[in-house]
């Protein structure tokens, strides 16, 4: 199956700034920290028999009922002219982006989705990260009418200066997910940190 790469550098570059941090202070806000701990699922369940991959086809739907997530209109992110990846825009706070320059959820390869934790206008799509946590399931609902059925293998809360590019991006021989969002405590009205939510194919159906 062909699988979509950048290279390294772009990679980097477009990494470091995977989701943006534009919150300012509400009390409605919820923690903007993963749960402790935050290990990876055991070798068991990753290593688990593998699901076929699918064929491409762009994702509609993302539900992760942990988080209270139920998005439609999946939107289309790219690269800025600086490198950096797309989010989405404070009017669209409440929506999942998916990352156009790598595979659809359900191929080869790590697929990567998008949203904010909150805004200056408050919670965002990915408000109740905090609740997710290692075997919880997500749906990627695709425009052929599957259901891409993930598990949450493993959460990572990480300073956006350190970002794990490869980790995030990188070539994988299974269909993986990754959903990445912004957290830590707010700093000059920004939030420092990525919150990162790996998982792996574990079904597929029809929608």
């Known amino acids: 199956m062909r699988r979509r790469t950048l290279t390294a550098t772009v990679l980097l570059v477009a990494a470091l700034a995977g989701c943006s941090a534009q919150a300012g202070p509400t009390a409605a806000t919820p923690p903007a920290r993963i749960a402790e701990p935050s ?29 209270a997530v139920d998005a439609r209109g999946i939107l289309d992110l790219g690269l800025n002219a600086d490198g950096t990846v797309e989010v989405p825009s404070v009017a669209q706070a409440d929506r999942i982006g998916w ?33 997710v946590r290692v075997g919880d399931e997500l749906t990627v609902t695709r425009a052929d009418g599957t259901a891409a059925v993930f598990r949450v293998r493993e959460l990572q809360q990480v300073d956006k200066d350190a970002f794990p590019t490869e980790k ?28 990162i939510l790996y998982a792996d194919l574990v079904a597929a159906r029809r929608a």
């Open 39 to 67: 290990a990876p699922a055991p070798a068991a369940t990753a290593s688990a028999a593998p699901v076929k991959p699918l064929a491409r086809s762009l994702p509609v739907r993302v539900q992760l009922p942990s988080a």
């Open 99 to 131: 990352y156009t320059k790598g595979v659809t959820p359900g191929e080869t390869g790590p697929a990567v989705l998008i949203g904010h934790f909150d805004t200056e206008r408050g919670p965002a799509v990915l408000k109740d990260v905090s609740k």
């Open 168 to 195: 995030v991006y990188g070539d994988t021989r299974r269909p993986e997910l990754r959903v990445i969002t912004c957290g830590g405590e707010l700093v000059d009205g920004h939030r420092p940190d990525n919150i």
